[in-house]
């Protein structure tokens, strides 16, 4: 499957986006869905997760009340909704699929996107 992430940019402190993940090439409702973020020199953290049939969702504790993560199985595409954001939160920000059991962990999902950079400042 391939994924494409779009929908980062730059944003005051306080701000929203909503990033979008479009996948094509596989059953979009067989994975578990995911997004995590990376800064330059730091590994790939976790940040929101959702199944397959978006019954069920995580999230780390700093997107906890802020970030609400999404799927549309219909449009093949995973969501995430980021309110209030904070400069802590700037990163490249990447969707990821995963075929087996749930997870929170980067080595577990199969597919990535390329990433799109959300920069938080004023």
């Known amino acids: 499957v391939q994924l494409q992430a779009s929908g980062g940019g730059l944003v005051q402190p306080g701000g929203s986006l909503r990033l979008s993940c479009a996948a094509s090439?596989?059953?979009?409702?067989?994975?578990?869905m995911g997004w995590f973020r990376q800064v330059p020199g730091k590994e790939r953290e976790f940040v929101a997760a959702?199944?397959?049939?978006?019954?069920?969702?995580t999230y780390t504790d700093s997107a906890k009340g802020r970030f609400i993560i999404t799927r549309d199985n219909a449009k093949n595409t995973v969501y995430l909704q980021m309110n209030s954001l904070k400069p802590e939160d700037t990163a490249a920000y990447y969707c990821a699929a995963e075929t087996g059991t749930w997870s929170t962990m980067p080595h577990d999902y199969d597919y990535w996107g390329q990433g799109t950079q959300v920069t938080v400042s004023s």
């Open positions: 090439g596989g059953t979009f409702r067989y994975y578990v």
């Open positions: 959702i199944g397959r049939s978006g019954g069920i969702t």
